[in-house]
């Protein structure tokens, strides 16, 4: 939109374009080619004034010379040219020959000039034979100036001019970019004179091209793409493909290609080639383009952009219906995806199926068709179609076809067929071609199983319906109606029984339903009877369906009197309206007679029986008679019928006499024809005629007086009149008395006075000067009664009042009860007393009545403006402007025009609230400029008791005729009230505030000036062409007077803006409604804006989602202003708001009545003034133009931007905080491998096709954890949203807004995600209506870790210990394992070899222990293990990061250590850690305990083996946990034979090395072999210390031991 101002609609002006910022450093023009432009001007200019110089020089030289050269030459005759002579001789002269002289010196420009060979001595030859030289046009090619750097589809426009002040310009720009917006002010009329055939020729035009100015800065953004719709395609049917976004248009391209092929390539899928959008709405937020993919896959599916282009058959998930009936057609519809194309269906026998034995059973359409059926093609029922999917994680809506086809089957009997489906008669991919099956359907037989109809009546033509199945059968139906005691069955032989139909009549299935059909059928008069109803089918036998009651009534009876209404007594002589309701049609000329209760209906007489007017007359055929004299009840008798029959439902009706209720008036004047006005019942009727007597008393003695009733109601006898005069003062009693009646019934009383008496007189405040009427209230008035005027403390005999001499009565009401006078022009103020005379010259009598007499002074009512104006005034298209009293300085005082645009309408009265009001004393000192005839006074008069209401049309001001009630004319919602004290205001500032102010002096005094503040609820909408007033009624008046002469229109209440205009699919929002005369109880909804005449057709279909129709409540509406919430559930939509207000029929668009551009409009402004809403609390930028759409509300997209967290850790619980535009709980996320794109399409389908392919799998695979959820927390709280969204409208609008609502979603996933997600993957998001998933952020997924591991440093070897770990997500299914080398498939040490973590802190899950025992080889000096962490149940190991030291178990201690020759002994080993499998060995003691060798180094007798232990390790150690506590000793049994030193040497359980055994002090421990047994013991107790005593007994045992040794080695040496 631009603004600006002596902007004309009838011509151009005004020249915008975009131009890229970075072309020009941000200018408009691009300033070296306009310098070029300039200089390649100036240079044409430059020639044309040298050409021009040079021509001037030219002008004025002289180019002439004289021949010279030439010689006497022969002329004429033989002589050739150019000979020549000295004399004619030499030229032969008698041939004519001459001899001629050159014409040397004379004057030549050119040689040709000379002759005789002479030439012309001019030295600027040259310049005179070259044409005058000519300066170049002033003119240069055209170049585009205004053009250059313009945007493509951003180039320079007109405006669209809208009013004076604004326009607009539409663009299309095809470049993302910031662009300048450039204006200039150009006039394409004159800048066509500027230039001719692609040249410029006047200077001005470059200016003009280069004369643009920079306005602001525009962002363009690529179209953007948020959804597509459907997400998926099926090849060979056309599709038509939706996409929701923004900044779409026709210019957009679309191609379907394949994922792996990317976009950035020249490639599609066939079918799917680059085209443009088929169409784009209004906004550029929806759009579609049709394709029909033809591509065969052979693949299940690929990936084709963002949509999934499936290879299968049509996805059937229903259809119907499941029973069909024979020889009936019937529509068989299916619904799925990829339906259509020229599909079949068929049904065949199930013993054939649907494929048969071969393919070409399969493809053919005859193959197994049940018997009567035959293919049929199926078609499509429509569009797409939106349809609910239950127990869906990944589509919320998707598209479904429906197809149809009409089958028939001609079987006779129930059996049950297969419904067969053909893709396509070819293979494509692994689908089969031919039919499949889809379901079964089961055939059964026509029936008629019940009848509808619950009545018939004799003699008539009438309907009977059928309940059943099938019968839209081909096979004909026949119905005969029989009497109740015979059976169908006698109908196949005989006829007797039958009262209604003939062999002939059937029903035919023509356009009935499958479950209802309507037989005519004639029951002959006079028939009463139960009826059997029997039907058969075409070759069937007759069956009874029901029976039913055939009567001879025709329905109930209604009395009404002769003014409609319905009587529950009737009243005698009165007419009587009888009207029957009957059942079956009446011919007319049937008869109804009126008889006493106590008698019955019967015979044929009209007459027998009947009352007095009740004798048997005919009906007409709608059943109505009208009887003059009253009845009880009635019966009928067809024409020629049998007797008269009570109908249905008949009562008797009381019987009651006439009477009368009210009579009026019951005061009368003696001697006086006087009007008495009666109302009852059977009053002055045709057939009883009435009287009122009078007598005197107290009861209906002998009457005095009669005076016969008149009808006054047309003899209806419910009001009637007559005139009674009486002579004779007092009271009277009257009765009623009627004809035929002895006896009058007394209906009140009547007083009669001797003259005329007043009550009242109007008015009762009088004007000087005034002609004016005056109305009499009281009694017995006559056409001599005289009146006049004294003054108030003046005697009825004194002098009259002036002006208020002797008048007459002109008029008299029929009562005598008011009278209207001549008028009277009373001349003075002050108070003036009535007095009355029977007649001219009577005496006066004092009426005691005193009215007031003053000077006129115009009623005023304080003139409705902005606060104070009634709730619906409008103001009529085109009337007078017209300026309120004391208002000289409004600048606008009704708005009757559109924004600029200049159109008069009907449109709401909207004031300049800033300017005051001034005053002057007198109104010659207004000033001229202002309109005339209208005070400028300020009021002062107190209004206190005058009555104010706005009339329909004029307020009655007529003096003349004064009225008791001068308001009666008012509108709804203007009835008359009277001035209250709280109804007065001071408004002495505002009628004569402002800088030229004067103080208005009244009866010397300043006084101030009072208005009256009323509020007025006009609830009635004015006819067209009707103006209403605002009229005020002085107190004592007895006429209303206009106030100011307003014009008031009231129109319907209408609503003219709604904020926000742009909300987010499924936010909550408060909307706020801004109209004129909003009330409780008016409705608004939200329809379809794309739609035509969405609001005025009030299609129920067109109701967009989330908008149906919300009444507005009492406690959230004012006049101007309403509060609704709505969620609108469809994105990518033109919402229009429709609006109705309480009362009326229609729904209307929104601003429809006052055509107002104010409805998401906000016109280009600055400063804190808006034209519309007033001053707002911030302060506007030239920038802010138009923002939204007129009457709609943008509903966008919900957005995900982002997620804040970046990285989690598998089985971790986990939440992620997303954020985006627009969030609602109904969003949905779920997490992918990064190697899967987002997108997807609906969850697993049964495929009710037997193809083979049996589910079909999602389309999407989310990770581990990462199925679709909800957010648990999101923030859609509606006053909040419309607060952010409102501030981009309205009166809350902020400088440089923007569309956006903020928001937050909390996804929790308490379970995390699964170990397999460990890695990068996508969040996606998708809305509730969106067809696939969006990316919204990465986050990685890392692996549960260990942090600490204790202890890591000197870990004994073979023994077990607990590894107590600290790490992130542990779980007891993970595992640890140790090994030993440089990774974690190195040789395991642990035992067992994988240990179960036994987690501690649950759910924390950050601690854990295992009981863990290494082992492997060793030595004597530190050894390293590396342990390693399995997160996923042992199929990968993971280094944990942690080294473990390790220190192999140690033999502290050996015993004994000496020992006898070839004696065995057992030697134990003490240590820190003995297992099974620890070894021991006896070496040298010169040799080193080394490798792994038993023998090696090993004295006689000392080779290494196992030691035994008491603790047992478990039968596969690897496997199972090793025994705690450890042993610490363990022993081997030795029988050495020498005498060698020894040591011993340790081989600890998988030890890499042998190692040697220290001693405390650090040293081998030595191993002594002696030769006798007493040695070794003699020397191992002194190593042993051994106690005292006892020595003598080992010494013999030893030499007993060692003569036995002895003796074995003699043996063996022997």
Sequence with gaps: MIQGVAFESNREQVHVKLVDTALFGGECNDAQLLNETLDAWQAVVDKREQVEDLVRFLANFSFNGTCAGGDRNCVGGPAPALTVCVVDNDCVPALGGLCKDPNTGATCLVDEECNHGGFCNNSLYNLSTTPTPQPPPLRIPFVDLAENGAIPGAHGQFIHVLSSELGFVTFHPEAVTDAVICVAVRDPEAERDYQDGGYITDQALIFAMASYRPFGIVTIESPIVSEVFPDHVFTHVQTEIVFGGSGLSLSVNVKLVHSAQGCEGSGSVPGGE?????????????????????????????????????????????????????????????QGSGLGAGQKIKLVYPEAGCRGPDLLSAVHDEWGVAGGSHASVVARLGGKRWAAIENDLYANETTYSRVAATLIVGHSSEEELLLCLKYSSMANGHVAPGYHQIGAVTVREPAVTGVATQQLYAGHMQELALEGQGLRSRDALEVRIVQAYCGCETLATDDSCATAGGWGVRVLPSGVASALVRAKVVIPEGVSTTGRVCCRFQGQAWTAVGEIPIGLSVGSVRVRNGAGLELDEIIEGEPLVVELLVDAALRGGELVKLIPSEQECRGTCSLAGALDGGYGQAINASGVRIFQEGGQRGGTLTAGGSSYLSPVGASAWPLRKPFVSTMQPTLLRARTDTQVAVGGRGLATRALAAWITTSRGSSCGAPSSAWQLQSADGGVGMAAHTRITLTQTGLYVACLRVSGVAESVKIGEVFVEASAKVTEVLPTTWLVGNETAMLLVGRGFTVTTRVKWVRAEDDCDAEAFPGGSERGVVELSGAANEALTETFSLEADGEARLCTAEARGAEYNDTRIVVVVREWEAPLLLYPAIGRKSDTQRVEAAMTRVVPACAATWQSAWLLTGPGDFVSRDTPAIVDWQDTFKCWKADEEVPPTYPQGVGYRPPGEDSLGDTIFVARNACGGDLTKPSRSPAADSV???????????????????MCGGSQAVSVQVTGANRRATGVEVFLTLTEVSKTGEFHRICAIPRGFAQSFDVAGIDLKVGPPVLVGVEPSVVFAGMRVK????????????????????????????????????????????????????????????????????YRYRGSEHWEEMTSKTQLRTSGYLYGYEGNMHFFFGEIPTPQGAENRVLGDNQTISVLAPRATGIREQETVAREPFTMTVDGNGLTEDGRYIVVPERVGCGGTANARVNLVQDGSGTIEPHIQTVEGGDSRAPAAVENDAEDNAEMLRQCSGTALLNRCRYSAPSTDIVELPSGFGVSAIGVARVCYRYHRAAEYAEVGVIKILPPYITSATPTTDVLLNKPFVLRLRGRSLASTDLIKVVKGLSCSASISSRPYFMPLNVTDAPTNSLASVLVTLTGPGDSSLGTRKLCYSFDGGNTFVDAGFTLTVVSPTVTRVFPTVLSLTAERRINLYGNAINEGDRVKIIHASSRCQGTDDKEGAVYGGEGRLLDVDVKLPSDPGLEQWPRPVATSGSAVFLLPRTDAATVCYLHREAASWQPVLGADGNAVQIQVVSTVEEALALQKSSASPRAGGGSQRSVLGALVLAGVGLLAAIRSA
């Design 972 to 990: 709804p919602g203007g009835e008359p009230f009277v001035v209250t004290p709280d109804m007065i205001v001071d408004v002495t500032s505002e």
């Design 1071 to 1138: 909307y706020t409604l801004l109209g004129l005369g909003l009330q409780p109880g008016d409705q608004v909804k939200v329809m379809d804006g794309e739609l035509y005449r969405a609001c005025l057709d009030d299609n129920a279909s067109s109701t967009i989602e989330g908008g149906a129709s919300i009444v507005l409540s009492a406690n959230q509406t004012t006049s101007f202003m309403s509060s609704i919430e709505m969620q609108l559930l469809s994105p990518s939509t033109h919402a229009r708001m429709c």
């Design 274 to 334: 680059s085209r443009p959008l088929d169409w784009v709405n209004s906004l550029g937020t929806n759009a579609s383009v049709k394709m029909t993919i033809t591509e065969q896959i052979t693949a299940g599916f690929q990936r084709a952009g963002s949509v999934w282009l499936k290879n299968r058959p049509p996805i059937v998930i229903g259809f119907a219906p499941h029973v069909m009936f024979r020889n009936e057609p019937t529509e068989v519809r299916l």
